[in-house]
């Protein structure tokens, strides 16, 4: 068999196995918040269907998938329907570059780290798309909003990457994973501490989460691009919200907590490790959402011109120097 | 100097109060529910107690299925929301003997002795869809006869239902109180669960 073919292959069975990845985590994810949510509220959160109600985000789910499919008169179709498909696809190509194991990676490229800020971009033209064709003032607003916080969040985001590449001199995942083995001690999160949280922070602005949710809002702010988005149109969008707050804390802990690797001094290395990290920064993305009120939109993009951007920048200025000295 | 801690020193403290945040929210995830689930298990008897529910009568301590209830009409006139109706007792026709006696009276020229009404209601019928549970009836009721029932569970499926006899519920709950209570399938959600 040519090694073409059997790259293909490969490629073809990773794909479909971060379909799945990304479908479970949706189900996981929306039964945690909720339940999450409820335990911070002192309350038992979905109960009735399934022992817990364990079985509620799949009857959701296959409530949303029964509704009807609705486009707004004098829309344009096209671009309409293309806009949740061209938020969700890009998310596939995102959990390609990941190293979740040892052997446990979809596409070991030397450019993960660029593949996956080019392809998160993506959304920012999805959300756009969706909010203009809505044939809807709202939704060309909410658009407007939406994509003027994730274009806002992504520089500091990006000064943050970079002076992880600066550190480390590549932007493949795998090699930036590998030179975090060892002890707790060897991980990028010492050096990087501002980074780190300056990460964290633009993180929750880049996936739309809570306080930096303005982008949603479904109750409060009239939903925004997506108001009139109906069955799974609107199901897709929310699938990739979830697949955008799973790439991106795997990312983060894969450029600073570790990846794979255990923090005692690689004893037990393994993707248990690296599903151990994404999920407490998942957990604790969903504890952040149900603590604080959500910010006013000059508020949000004060915090990111005013604060984040000069961090990232004397961060990046200053793992410069050091890496020069 | 006052604007450099405005607007760089200020902010920076601020953030402290959001770990403040995150810790309360972290605490009240470890602690236990407080939500009983209702139809498995039902309010335990010390918090049903200051639960208000609609209002209703109170019998008199001797005699627990007539209300202590004088007719006043206080309930009604101070009712914001027209939900009470009080129909006083008419006085019983004399027996012959009193009207006898009544005759006499006249002729000797005395004062005339009519038989009195009872004091308490014929009728006492109360809409629960018009009560706003403002309690005036309560505070207003002289012989303090009206109080907030703890009738949690109730539940009717017409308007018509929701318009009840007080008098009537009353000589049920008398009976049921010497009646022994009837056993609830449903537990009580636990105290140590509250706590």
Not at chain 1, 72 to 84: E, K, Q, R, T, V
Not at chain 1, 92 to 118: C, H, K, Q, R
Not at chain 1, 173 to 189: D, K
Not at chain 1, 220 to 241: C, K, N, P, R
Request: proline share 7%; glycine share 6%; charged share 15%.
């Amino acid at each position: 068999m040519s090694i073409f073919l059997q790259t293909l292959i490969y490629l073809v069975i990773a794909v479909i196995g971060s379909m799945v990845w990304l479908g479970l985590n949706a189900l996981v994810l929306v039964y945690c918040e909720r339940k999450f949510a409820g335990h911070i509220q002192r309350r038992p959160g979905p109960f009735e269907v399934g022992p817990h109600g364990a079985l509620q985000p799949l009857i959701d789910g296959l409530k949303l998938m029964s509704k009807q499919l609705l486009t707004p008169d004098n829309s344009d179709a096209i671009l309409y329907w293309l806009a949740p498909i061209l938020s969700m696809i890009p998310v596939l190509a995102l959990f390609m570059p990941i190293p979740y194991g040892p052997s446990v990676i979809g596409m070991d490229v030397n450019l993960g780290l660029l593949l996956i800020l080019a392809f998160s971009s993506f959304n920012g033209l999805a959300v756009i798309l969706a909010g203009w064709a809505s044939n809807n003032k709202w939704g060309v607003l909410g658009a407007a909003r939406a994509v003027a916080q994730t274009v806002a969040y992504e520089i500091p985001l990006l000064l943050t990457v970079l002076a992880i590449t600066f550190m480390t001199g590549t932007l493949s995942l795998t090699e930036i994973t590998a030179m975090q083995a060892g002890s707790i001690l060897n991980w990028n999160i010492w050096p990087q501490w501002l980074g780190f949280i300056i990460f964290i922070i633009a993180m929750f602005g880049e996936t739309n989460r809570a306080p930096f949710d303005l982008a949603e809002a479904e109750s409060e702010l009239t939903a925004g691009f997506h108001t009139e988005y109906s069955s799974m149109g609107f199901g897709l969008f929310f699938m990739a919200e979830y697949g955008y707050m799973v790439v991106m804390c795997s990312v983060c802990s894969v450029l600073y907590l570790g990846g794979y690797h255990d923090p005692f001094g690689g004893y037990t290395d393994g993707w248990w490790w690296m599903l151990l990290k994404t999920y407490a920064l998942l957990f604790f993305m969903i504890w952040a959402r149900w603590t604080f009120p959500r910010v006013r939109f000059d508020q949000l993009l004060n915090i990111n011109w005013k604060w984040l951007l000069p961090l990232a920048t004397f961060n990046l200025l200053a793992t410069a120097l050091i890496m020069k000295l | 100097m006052g604007k450099f801690r405005e607007n760089i020193i200020q902010p920076i403290l601020d953030c402290w109060s959001l770990m403040v945040g995150l810790k309360i929210t972290g605490k009240y995830f470890c602690k236990p529910l407080i939500t009983v689930h209702y139809p498995r298990e039902v309010i335990d008897d010390e918090n049903l107690e200051t639960y208000g529910g609609h209002v209703e009568l109170i019998g008199k301590p001797k005699d627990p299925a007539t209300p202590k209830c004088i007719s006043c009409m206080m309930c009604v006139t101070n009712c914001p929301s027209k939900c009470l109706k009080v129909v006083k007792q008419k006085a019983p026709k004399p027996t012959p003997e009193q009207e006898a006696a009544m005759a006499a009276a006249k002729e000797a020229g005395e004062k005339v002795v009519k038989p009195k009404a009872p004091k308490n209601p014929a009728k006492f019928t109360y809409d629960y869809t018009l009560c706003s549970l403002c309690g005036n009836c309560i505070d207003n009721c002289p012989p303090k006869s009206l109080k907030f029932s703890n009738n949690m569970y109730w539940v009717a499926t017409s308007r018509k239902e929701m318009n009840i006899d007080l008098l009537a519920r009353l000589k049920e709950q008398a009976t049921e109180l010497s009646a022994p209570a009837p056993k609830t399938e449903a537990k009580p959600a636990t105290a140590e669960k509250e706590a």
